[in-house]
């Protein structure tokens, strides 16, 4: 498995790949991804990368597994807090595709100089849940019913980890 930045040519695979996790299950709380291939593409070539992190996780035969967006705060207010939203395709869950994501998202926010990152998830989605627990992420609050799902309502959980922007990883601009 290979960690890289997101690519013009990736962003096919990247709205296939979010469309199909949102439609298989209900682990990311959304219907679809929110823009064409066409938008996403136009995107990843001119996002500015001190403030957007776009990644793929791509398998040894080339497929995209795995794919996370993260941003920071651009006012002198708020560029100190990130937020990361991730996808993995139900066949590479476990396999530390995801830890692998966002361990990268990190040594990105210490690069970038986020001290702050933050993710929400649906309550249900214990298995997310425990691996965000395991990278350092804490409980900050939930929004009740957030979420129908089903017929039923479904809590979001925020959370976020408080990032020693020190000594640590490295974040090289032209690799992941």
Sequence with gaps: MLIRRAQ????????????TVASEDVTLGIDAFPLSP????????????????????????GGVVGHLYASRGVLASNRHVGSLAIAVAGQARR???GRSLIESCLAWARAVGVSKMTLSVLDTNRPAIA??????????????????INGSDVDELLMAQWIDTGEGLTWASGTV
């Design 8 to 19: 013009p040519d990736d962003a096919g695979d990247v709205v296939h790949l979010v469309n």
């Design 38 to 61: 066409e938008q996403e593409a136009a995107f990843l070539r001119l996002h500015d990368p001190s403030v957007h992190l776009c990644l793929v996780a791509v398998d040894e035969t």
């Design 95 to 97: 396999s530390g595709v």
């Design 131 to 148: 691996l965000f627990e395991a990278l350092g992420f804490h409980p900050e609050g939930s929004r009740r019913g957030q979420f129908r």
